[in-house]
């Protein structure tokens, strides 16, 4: 993907990579329903499903089946547009009680919209579908989790993002130290990433998934307190460019 609208940028200010405005893909093709059963199908343990909504409005119909924490988000992938937390009944983002009907709202103007902005571009993604999870709490009592994005190569790991909170991003080796490999266009510092206590069982568990497939493979791991939890295991070009080895 080099020329025309289909060409990979880097800002001048980082190292970030980005698709250029206007592609297809993958934003319109990230499936997290299906990224799910290919986690499952690799032996790893991923967040419950509770409901898939083919409309927001169907969350309205399903709202008293639901336990007092629960997370919404859409089927596609968008930068964490869209998502919903509730814990206890609140919602952790606007701190309040979790009120359903203005979260249908919201949900039904995202679509109408049809993606969302980053880094100065419009992306159209997939807002087919919404799914109603298990929220994930990590280790240390936190919500959102920091999840760590394992991006490997067989057993070989390329390279590791931990992200506590968007864009509080770091890339660390396998002993949790700052990579000297850094993807990241604005890296936070290592003192604001907090080693997970099972974390060379996390590494483990990206090299597991690896060995399974001799290419390229993104896994996204949670540290939560019932043990590791698998977001999301994708065949993803992060930066740009397939590793063979």
């Excluded at 596609?76 to 952790?92: A, E, F, L």
């Excluded at 039904?108 to 992306?123: A, I, K, M, P």
């Amino acid at each position: 993907l080099t020329e025309g609208k289909n060409r990979l940028l880097r800002p001048g200010e980082g190292r970030t990579i980005m698709l250029g405005a206007g592609y297809p893909m993958p934003y319109t093709q990230y499936d997290k329903l299906a990224e799910k059963k290919f986690a499952a199908s690799l032996g790893l343990r991923v967040a419950k499903v509770y409901r898939v909504l083919s409309y927001p409005s169907q969350l309205l119909e399903c709202k008293d089946e639901l336990p007092e924490s629960f997370v919404i988000k859409p089927i596609g992938s968008g930068h964490s547009v869209g998502v919903h937390i509730c814990r206890n009944g609140m919602d952790i983002k606007k701190n309040r009680a979790f009120n359903f009907r203005q979260v249908v709202e919201d949900l039904e103007e995202l679509v109408d919209v049809g993606g969302s902005w980053h880094n100065g571009h419009f992306f159209h993604w997939n807002l087919s579908k919404f799914i109603v999870e298990e929220m994930v709490v990590d280790e240390f009592d936190r919500y959102p989790p920091p999840d760590y994005k394992f991006s490997v190569c067989g057993e070989k790991i390329l390279f590791i993002w931990s992200v506590e909170d968007y864009p509080l991003t770091l890339d660390v080796d396998e002993d949790f130290q700052r990579s000297p490999h850094a993807s990241c266009s604005r890296p936070a510092p290592l003192q604001m990433h907090r080693k997970p206590t099972c974390w060379k069982e996390l590494v483990k568990t990206a090299k597991h998934a690896g060995r399974m497939f001799n290419m390229y493979l993104r896994v996204d791991l949670y540290a939560s307190k019932t043990g590791i939890c698998c977001d999301r295991a994708l065949f993803e070009c992060v930066r740009g460019s397939w590793v063979v080895s």
